[in-house]
């Protein structure tokens, strides 16, 4: 099936055209098309936090915000393009320092590392001036240090994104990039800085004045499309975002309209489901053959399993079957030396999504032939196997002597049958990195909906952040700390 610039084969999964009718058929009946459209609708779908969903209309067209009395939000639009556009072509930034995290980092640190070399490679004559497009989120500060110590704050454009603005990484490095730059000149972060945030009062006490907000029923994860996109649209520059932004309502007008047999977030969202409750697969694992999509895995842990995690139903009832599994991958064809291993010989058969992209960027095709025969080749692989006998037929030299060839043979086998799915874009361009987001965005919130969960909240974030707050007050103190190990601890680790 191809949709938006995107091919999908999920012929090597456990299913056949039986099976995906009965599962569409079973999503129907479970509500699944009047939900999609109360979510398009602004209904409240996430009932914990009383919000709804609607990241969607970040990327519809200006004439579509206009008719649902979204114009806000095209003007939003317009005016952070115009800014990422204003510092593009600024001569005196020759750096942008992107602070945040979670989704206020995998998003547009996906965006710039996949797309800016496409940009920095001639698409765009304007490029080789560009900013580069640093990045640090972490709490670990060495991070940052790494950034600045090769920078000159004079150089130096901060963008600070964080939707709440409390988050206590985000505010660590704010701090520290605020001292290193008003070390240099009084008010120089001031002037150098951009906030977006859904929290502008906070931005503004912290001492940024420029500031772009967004709705709150744009969940973090959801959010790369929103100005917390400024850095990536500094990287590709207003026509490289709006293109993103087109490829993804692409896929949104997919999503919406299509027949739901033929529509592919909720064939793979169906997919997803079947694997987790009836094949009980728990990982998944995502393999892009492009080294600029290195980061789409880590992007997709955080989209999946933060929206999918959850062991409770939308009432907060607890349910009774299995939701999101684990998400991971590297690139191939590293990964091909590092777990193929496993996935090919290993005792837990495990799905496989191999993402190729079909035309290079640069101009060696036959190299890339050899990329797409690799990737192509493992899932071959993971299907076809290798019985005995055919291992046993092989002449391969018996490194020990004392072995048959049938005991060797027995280490050359692959059971196969293990399943994978190949999506293919024809080029790694914004439109077609838009389409595939939005993609995997509404094959969550297929399963999501499917296993009754809310899909939109995280809760299970918050316990760790509280008791780690406990635990840097009792750092901070003399109290001893209740619990003996994590009291222990605290003694030793004395900073
Ligand atoms: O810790 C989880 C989380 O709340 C994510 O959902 C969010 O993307 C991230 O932290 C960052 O939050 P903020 O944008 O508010 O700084």
Redesign the pocket.
């Known amino acids: 099936r191809e949709v938006a610039g995107l091919r999908v084969d999920a012929s090597r999964q456990p299913w056949d055209e039986a099976l995906r009718r009965d599962l569409t058929l079973w999503s129907l009946q479970k509500g699944l098309d009047t939900f999609r459209n109360a979510q398009f609708a602004g209904e409240i779908v996430n009932r914990s936090e009383a919000r709804a969903a609607r990241h969607c209309l970040l990327r519809a067209p200006d004439h579509v915000l206009n008719a649902k009395h979204q114009s806000a939000l095209a003007a939003t639009r317009l005016r952070f393009l115009e800014v990422a556009d204003k510092i593009r072509q600024d001569p005196n930034i020759r750096h942008v320092i992107h602070i945040?995290?979670?989704?206020?980092d995998l998003g547009p640190r996906l965006l710039v590392q996949a797309l800016s070399s496409i940009h920095a490679s001639g698409l765009d004559a304007r490029a080789a001036k560009q900013p580069d497009i640093h990045f640090a989120g972490n709490g670990d500060l060495h991070e940052l240090e790494a950034v600045i110590a090769r920078l000159n704050p004079y150089d130096v454009q901060i963008v600070l994104?964080?939707?709440?603005?409390?988050?206590a990484e985000?505010l660590v490095n704010a701090e520290r990039l605020k001292a290193w730059m008003n070390n240099e000149s009084q008010d120089l972060f001031k002037a150098r800085s951009i906030a977006i945030t859904a929290n502008i009062k906070a931005a503004q006490a912290f001492g940024v004045s420029d500031c772009f907000d967004f709705p709150d029923w744009v969940?973090?994860?959801f959010s790369l499309w929103s100005p917390i996109g400024l850095s990536a649209a500094v990287a590709i520059g207003s026509e490289g975002f709006k293109s993103l932004l087109n490829g993804a309502w692409d896929m949104d007008r997919h999503w919406l309209e299509s027949d739901p047999y033929e529509n592919l977030p909720w064939q793979l969202g169906l997919l997803d489901v079947w694997h987790r409750n009836a094949m009980h697969y728990n990982t998944r694992c995502v393999v892009p053959y492009d080294a600029r999509l290195s980061r789409l895995p880590a992007y997709l842990q955080?989209l999946e399993m933060?929206s999918n995690g959850k062991s409770v139903d939308q009432a907060g009832r607890a349910i009774h079957h299995a939701s999101a599994g684990l998400v991971w991958g590297e690139p191939g064809t590293n990964a091909q030396h590092s777990f193929f291993q496993w996935l090919h010989q290993g005792t837990e058969p495990t799905p496989v999504e191999f993402i190729m992209i079909e035309r290079p960027d640069h101009s060696d095709h036959a190299a890339h032939r050899k990329l797409l025969a690799n990737a192509l080749g493992q899932s071959l692989a993971l299907l076809k196997g290798k019985s005995l006998d055919q291992a046993s037929a092989e002449s391969v030299k018996l490194a020990n002597p004392s072995w048959s060839r049938e005991q060797l043979a027995a280490h050359r086998t692959f059971q196969g049958g293990r399943a994978s799915t190949i999506i293919s874009l024809n080029r790694l361009d914004p439109s077609s990195l838009g389409a595939l987001i939005s993609l995997f965005e509404h094959r969550v919130e297929v399963a999501g909906f499917l296993w009754g969960i809310n899909s939109f909240d995280?809760w299970g974030?918050e316990l760790g952040k509280e008791l780690a707050i406990d635990i840097e007050n009792h750092m901070n103190s003399s109290q001893i700390h209740p619990d003996p190990q994590t009291a222990l601890w605290i003694k030793l680790l004395e900073v």
């Open positions: 945040g995290i979670g989704g206020s994104c964080s939707k709440s603005f409390s988050t985000t969940g973090g994860r955080q933060e995280q974030v």
